[in-house]
């Protein structure tokens, strides 16, 4: 597959993901299957764009390592802060 045609693709699969995300989010009521959608959606999302448009996949690992761990921490905030709202409120009082 040519560079162009791969990302493409890549790009019409994030612009998917990203209507689906949207729709599910709007129309859904909050739960916590639709809260580990939205988190998975966004590391999915975060990991083709490191990859693709960065273009980290040839960077230096720790740098490419960084980059990741920001789009598995990040949704792992959300599904916590979802699950844990008044914990997460009480940790984070002045």
Same mark, same amino acid.
């Given at each position: 597959?040519?560079?162009? #045609? &791969?990302?493409? &693709?890549?790009? *019409?699969?994030?612009? @998917?993901? &990203?209507?689906?995300s949207a729709? +599910?989010?709007?129309a859904?009521? $909050?739960? @916590?299957i639709?809260?580990l959608?939205?988190?998975l959606? +966004?590391?999915? #999302?975060? #990991?083709l764009v490191?990859?693709?448009?960065?273009? *980290?996949?040839?960077?230096? $690992?720790?740098?490419?390592?960084v980059?990741?761990?920001y789009?598995?921490?990040l $949704?792992?905030?959300?599904?916590?802060v979802?699950?844990f709202p008044e &914990?997460?409120?009480?940790l @984070?009082? *002045?």
């Amino acid at each position: 597959m040519s560079h162009m #045609k &791969t990302l493409s &693709t890549v790009w *019409l699969v994030l612009m @998917t993901i &990203t209507l689906i995300s949207a729709y +599910i989010a709007e129309a859904a009521e $909050p739960s @916590t299957i639709i809260t580990l959608f939205i988190a998975l959606s +966004i590391g999915i #999302k975060g #990991k083709l764009v490191v990859d693709h448009f960065m273009g *980290l996949s040839s960077a230096h $690992p720790r740098l490419r390592s960084v980059m990741n761990a920001y789009f598995y921490v990040l $949704p792992s905030l959300i599904v916590l802060v979802f699950l844990f709202p008044e &914990t997460i409120a009480e940790l @984070t009082q *002045l």
